[in-house]
T-cell receptor, first 114, second 111 residues
Framework: NAGVMQNPRHLVRRRGQEARLRCSPM?????VYWYRQLPEEGLKFMVY????????ESGMPKERFSAEFPKEGPSILRIQQVVRGDSAAYFC????????????FGDGTRLSIL | ELKVEQNPLFLSMQEGKNYTIYCNYS?????LYWYRQDPGKSLESLFV?????AVKQEGRLMASLDTKARLSTLHITAAVHDLSATYFC???????????FGQGTTLQVKP
């Protein structure tokens, strides 16, 4: 029973580069959530996706950030032209259905910007 | 906007002592979650509280929910060093299911 799989576990980028974070949900789960955790802080919701649809992106920064969950393959969180302030742990969670369903978290991707 | 506040944010306690972490939230929700996070690790689900008056216990941890007061508590009984971690409460937004997290309480249990 594979859990939520995120990769890479650690990602180092220089300012101005692009970062791509991947998340494969648990088997049978079609809902994916992305959260960001800044150092010494709690997790902040970024975006909620179902297959081929963005349901709620109210937590996404307006620029440079995008997310997708294609029909085939993992969900991708993409950060363009990264800046130092993007350094954080990015967690993905999945659930069988939205609302009232437990979310299972991956191990996260720790993004460091040089 | 829904806000979730925990207190205390940091707790240092001796082994064997009891203590309670509080989680207040600002709007109506009937589902509250407690998670544990060890440094550099992911979140481990501890409790899911689904209704007013719900109480759940696992080992030395007991969680309760009062939806009328918009308050959940996580009670630690006879703390041991292995409980040292950061504990988060989170409230579920009904329609989308996105979780709104508290700031976290870092628990340090000293021998």
């Amino acid at each position: 029973n594979a859990g939520v799989m995120q990769n890479p576990r650690h990602l180092v980028r220089r300012r101005g580069q692009e970062a791509r974070l991947r998340c494969s949900p648990m088997k049978g789960h079609s809902h994916v959530y992305w959260y960001r955790q800044l150092p010494e802080e709690g997790l902040k919701f970024m975006v909620y996706l179902q297959k081929e649809n963005i349901i709620d992106e109210s937590g996404m920064p307006k620029e440079r950030f995008s997310a997708e969950f294609p029909k085939e393959g993992p969900s991708i969180l993409r950060i363009q032209q990264v800046v130092r302030g993007d350094s954080a742990a990015y967690f993905c969670a999945s659930s069988r259905r939205g609302g009232n369903q437990p979310q299972h978290f991956g191990d996260g991707t720790r993004l460091s910007i040089l | 906007e829904l806000k979730v506040e925990q207190n205390p944010l940091f707790l240092s306690m001796q082994e064997g002592k009891n203590y309670t972490i509080y989680c207040n939230y600002s709007t109506t929700s009937d589902r509250l979650y407690w998670y544990r996070q060890d440094p550099g690790k992911s979140l481990e689900s501890l409790f899911v509280l689904l209704s007013n008056g719900a109480v759940k216990q696992e080992g030395r941890l007991m969680a309760s929910l009062d939806t009328k007061a918009r308050l959940s508590t996580l009670h630690i009984t006879a703390a041991v060093h292995d409980l040292s971690a950061t504990y988060f409460c989170a409230v579920d937004m009904w329609v989308t299911g996105k979780l709104i997290f508290g700031q976290g309480t870092t628990l340090q249990v000293k021998p």
